[in-house]
């Protein structure tokens, strides 16, 4: 395992080809004092620190072992301070309170760790965890090539880089939703509708996922992506009718779809048997067929990894998974009795 650890005074004097002093005297601003340096040679050493990410660490010179008990939280999404109605919330409340428990303090960066240079900020901290799906790929390569103990929340890959994370167990309960769902697919297949959106690891893999089990399963999948409103078209509308089941990625389709079935004259969990491959995190979606709300057990979760990470333990004594529990609500606990879907329109 890489051994990690900050970028040093000596790491930049080897990099840049200068002494020790002369690194120490720019870098700590006491260029034209004790030592003079050239203009070249300063600007050259400023050049190296910047491109190592070398910053330095007031508190490490306080601590023999150069460490902070300090973890930072950052995104790129604008989701700080978060509160109870934002989807981050749970998260940031797992991180929160199991950094508390590890000792760790917290220190929050929000949009972008800096700019021109990402580990400025963050590299005051021990370790960091990731939330949100938004991200500059070169800030993150940039931190992984200097060691930096990085922990994202939900899985990412990214290119040049080799990264940590942990996620939710979406391939199980998927597998539990569809064979809940089988007995009503009477035509063989189910339509998976997808929210607009950037792809990104958490679409992909929910989506690969659906298709895997439900091929297990001897189902074909539709897959649909709603427009930009979150509505699908008429012919789209027609095909959910006819497969007689819908699996929707994300809560925001789930009220413009409710509507549209209204429209229709059709029911849900009567006419059509819905889920959602997402936790009711809104509490508006009760009715729904989908799963428990894990959130905080996930970033919890990723405190637990960081915090292995910065000890040196084992990190495949743990779990990179968070479980998810299927619930069964009134859009499809009636599968098994399923009626002859109305074809859209009908009254």
Not at 185 to 193: H, I, Q, R, S, T
Not at 213 to 227: N, S, T
Not at 283 to 290: D, E, L, P, Q, V
Not at 322 to 343: F, Y
Request: proline share 3%.
């Amino acid at each position: 395992m890489s051994e990690y650890k900050r970028v040093t005074l000596q790491d930049v004097a080897k990099e840049a080809n200068v002494s020790y002093a002369s690194v120490s005297a720019v870098l700590n601003g006491k260029d034209g004092k004790s030592i003079r340096v050239g203009k070249l040679t300063k600007a050259k050493i400023l050049e190296c620190a910047s491109r190592l990410g070398y910053v330095p660490n007031m508190a490490a010179r306080k601590l023999k072992n150069g460490r902070n008990s300090l973890i930072a939280v950052f995104t790129y999404e604008q989701i700080f301070p978060v509160d109870a109605q934002n989807e981050f919330y749970r998260f940031f409340l797992g991180i929160q309170e199991t950094a508390e428990k590890n000792g760790y303090d917290l220190l929050i960066l929000n949009n972008r760790p800096t700019v021109g240079n990402p580990s400025s900020r963050i590299a005051l901290a021990d370790g960091a965890v990731m939330i949100g799906v938004n991200r500059d790929d070169q800030d993150i390569v940039r931190l992984v090539q200097n060691n930096y103990p990085l922990v994202f929340v939900g899985r990412r890959e990214v290119s040049g880089a080799s990264t940590h994370w942990v996620t939710f167990d979406y391939k199980k309960v998927i597998a539990e939703m569809v064979a809940h769902l089988l007995p009503c697919c009477k035509e063989g297949m189910l339509v998976y509708v997808e929210a607009k959106a950037v792809e990104r690891e958490p679409r992909r893999d929910k989506r690969n996922y659906l298709i895997e089990v439900a091929q297990k399963q001897g189902l074909g999948v539709v897959v649909v992506e709603a427009d930009e409103n979150h509505l699908i078209t008429k012919t789209e509308m027609e095909t959910i009718a006819k497969a007689k089941v819908a699996i929707f990625d994300r809560l925001s389709l789930l009220h413009p779809f409710e509507s549209l079935c209204k429209e229709h004259g059709l029911v849900l969990g009567r006419d059509l048997a819905t889920a959602v491959l997402e936790d009711d995190w809104q509490g508006t979606f009760s009715n729904w067929t989908r799963w428990t709300n894990e959130r905080f057990s996930l970033g919890a979760l990723a405190v637990e990894y960081l915090s292995a990470m910065l000890d040196g333990k084992d990190r495949e004594s743990l779990d990179r998974y968070t479980p998810l529990t299927l619930i069964v609500s009134q859009t499809s606990e009636n599968a098994t009795g399923l009626l002859s879907c109305k074809e859209p329109g009908a009254r």
